[in-house]
T-cell receptor
Framework: QQQVKQSPQSLIVQKGGISIINCAYENTAFDYFPWYQQFPGKGPALLIAIRPDVSEKKEGRFTISFNKSAKQFSLHIMDSQPGDSATYFC?????????FGAGTTVTVRA | NAGVTQTPKFQVLKTGQSMTLQCAQDMNHEYMSWYRQDPGMGLRLIHY???????DQGEVPNGYNVSRSTTEDFPLRLLSAAPSQTSVYFCASSAQQGFIGYTFGSGTRLTVV
């Protein structure tokens, strides 16, 4: 049973559009929430991360929104580009263990 | 600086065979983990280590063994391969101080027939 529930499973967005991926959790012991980006044939790579005392974090075109009371967080990819086509995983940490969502495959159409 | 190196990249095993997936990191990281990735299930933790000589089980440890005799190496052993162990396996490492997430290797794609 996954501790972090991620949706949607896949999405298609036009170049320049906004991609939104949502994650939810129940375990209040989670204290760090990273997002990973994975290209085919490669290992996941850390994209951006947030701590629960922050409601939003932005790095370039990528923004995490965090709602501690709802136990939800989301990744927004602004001005989506074909190079953003990848699988995105949300994760949550307790100690040094990460629990991952099931992943969202994002396809950006030119 | 190679990061996290996994070998082999691909492997086909027959049911019942044993093998070792190799993982090495050159970043002097204390934390190392093994994950398996299956479609629709994300990454699931198999075993992890917080330093040389210290290992523990993750979510899905059955059928796997690990050891950590050095900081650099963290091999994963499949004792008697089963078709259910067909998966992509990732090794990852992280520094202890200010944990900011794992650096992953490029994976080993294992097929058990």
């Amino acid at each position: 049973q996954q501790q972090v529930k991620q949706s949607p499973q896949s999405l298609i967005v036009q170049k320049g559009g906004i991609s939104i991926i949502n994650c939810a959790y129940e375990n209040t012991a989670f204290d760090y929430f990273p997002w990973y980006q994975q290209f085919p044939g490669k290992g996941p790579a850390l994209l951006i991360a947030i701590r629960p005392d922050v409601s939003e974090k932005k790095e370039g075109r990528f923004t995490i929104s965090f709602n501690k009371s709802a136990k939800q967080f989301s990744l927004h990819i602004m001005d989506s580009q074909p190079g953003d086509s990848a699988t995105y995983f949300c994760a949550a940490r307790t100690g040094y263990k990460l629990s991952f969502g099931a992943g969202t495959t994002v396809t950006v159409r030119a | 600086n190679a990061g996290v190196t996994q070998t082999p990249k691909f492997q086909v095993l027959k049911t019942g065979q044993s093998m070792t997936l190799q993982c090495a990191q050159d970043m002097n990281h204390e934390y190392m983990s093994w994950y398996r990735q299956d479609p629709g299930m994300g990454l699931r933790l198999i075993h992890y280590s917080v330093g040389a000589g210290i290992t523990d089980q993750g979510e899905v440890p059955n059928g796997y063994n690990v050891s950590r005799s050095t900081t650099e190496d963290f091999p994963l052993r499949l004792l008697s391969a089963a078709p259910s162990q067909t998966s992509v396996y990732f090794c990852a490492s992280s520094a202890q101080q200010g944990f900011i997430g794992y650096t992953f290797g490029s994976g080993t794609r294992l097929t058990v027939v």
